[in-house]
């Protein structure tokens, strides 16, 4: 393997001269540039990416922290920083760290080792004391870590609020709601919009709620409990459509026809939701341009961090399909 002695050699200049040509700083007669560009191309050379990166203070890598790479809005969410990272010549790396504390804050401290220059996070776990003294630029998607972090999320208390109160036009007279994780603020901002709509309703109780943990295990298991303890439910909001799937194959299980007997809807926008028979109603969220937004965040975060902290958010939009009655 050539190193860049090995091109300064051959092409007769010093090392540093070979250095400045990679790095395209400092000045190199335009005669010199091109015969050391030969010799690089003759020889295979490729520089060492740590070197450079020490060289100039930046690696070119960001990386994106999800809590669970099975669900598929994150897959979704990724390709979309990553095309944005693409774009901007910068390599992106994914880390799942299966929504642990532990995961999250050992993927922290190995990214900054690798001088990593920013981050994507999405967690539920972080305070603000735990990125305190991480002065990597960061972007936190969905839930606020630190005043000190930039924010893109969407209405998620509206959009609750808009899928109850459609279920409510389509005819539901009881609705439950399958909740995400309690330590998930995007999970508590769609529970809050489900009680605006009916905490004051006479037929409400504590158990018309349970934890899905926004997987779909956990989501079929509640929904039969809730379905078997409260047979006369006929409207079921799900805080994310991995969910609404899970109750779905639940309801089929008991019995229930989907939606004469029992109206689902869902929360995200992905595409598996699509898939089912029937497919979910669903509000949807701009899932890549979540992901873009945050990436073009970073890379500006990245180029300037002395600028004003931006907190966006993004608007759900209701897709009707076949998992809710017809008015």
Known sequence: MSTIRDVAKQASVSVATVSRVINQSG????KTKERVEKVIKQLNYQPNDVARSLYKGR????????PDIMNPFFPQLARAVEDVASKYGYTFVLCNTDD?????LAYLNALRQKSVDGMIIV???????????????????????????????????DGAQQAVRFLMQKG?????????PENASSSKARLKGYLD????????????????????EAAF????KMLTEHPDIDGLFAANDLMAVGALKAAEQLG????????????????IGKATKPAITTMAQPIYEIGATAAEMLITRIQDTTIPITEKELRVKLIERGSTRVS
């Open 172 to 180: 539901c007279q009881r609705i439950g709601h399958i909740c995400g």
């Open 100 to 104: 642990e504390k532990e995961k999250e």
């Open 256 to 271: 229930y026809r989907v939606p004469d007997d029992l109206s689902i809807i869902g929360f995200d926008g992905i595409g």
């Open 123 to 157: 967690s539920s776990k972080l305070s603000q004391e735990d990125v305190s003294d991480i002065t990597t630029p960061m972007i936190a998607l969905d839930r606020k870590i630190s005043i000190d972090i930039d924010l893109v999320t969407v209405n998620n208390q």
């Open 221 to 224: 298991e509640a929904t039969k």
């Open 197 to 216: 709509v009916v905490k004051n309703e006479p037929w409400f109780s504590s158990g018309y709620i349970r934890s899905g943990k926004y997987g779909f």
């Open 27 to 30: 000045y190199v007669h335009i």
């Open 59 to 66: 690696s070119k890598m960001v990386a994106l922290l999800v």
